[in-house]
């Protein structure tokens, strides 16, 4: 599935608040999934993949998009994707996660 509008919106909006962050996310492949329960990120090799609950885009404003879009940003700055391999507990890494990235 391609891009919402709703999306490249929030990517730009992260893009003026956040340049490094806006440009990597027009590097990566974001994609609309409606088997994601809220957002997945995956690494592809040498790229980056989010995908992203088709219901959450289109039911949330594009302020609110930019914020989960920074959020992921986060993870993927911080190394949490590479890192995870190295803790046996898995659910307690992600919450850890999430609470460092909700720092920022």
Same mark, same amino acid.
């Given at each position: 599935m391609s891009i919402s $509008? !709703? =999306?490249q919106k929030a990517i730009i909006r992260l893009q003026f608040k #956040?340049? /490094? $962050?806006?440009? /990597?996310?027009?590097?990566?492949n974001v994609v609309l999934d409606k088997d994601v329960k809220f957002v997945k990120i995956n690494i592809n090799r040498t790229t980056y993949e989010l995908h992203i609950n088709e219901d959450i885009v289109n *039911? *949330? *404003?594009s302020d609110s998009l930019k914020n989960l879009l920074q959020h992921e940003?986060? +993870? =993927? =700055?911080? !190394? +949490?994707? =590479? #890192?995870?391999? !190295? /803790?046996s507990n898995k659910q307690l890494y992600h919450i850890a996660c999430d609470m460092e990235a909700n720092q920022y």
């Open positions: $509008s !709703n =999306i #956040d340049p /490094f $962050s806006g440009w /990597f996310l027009t590097q990566s *039911s *949330s *404003s940003m986060v +993870h =993927i =700055i911080c !190394n +949490h994707l =590479i #890192d995870k391999r !190295n /803790f």
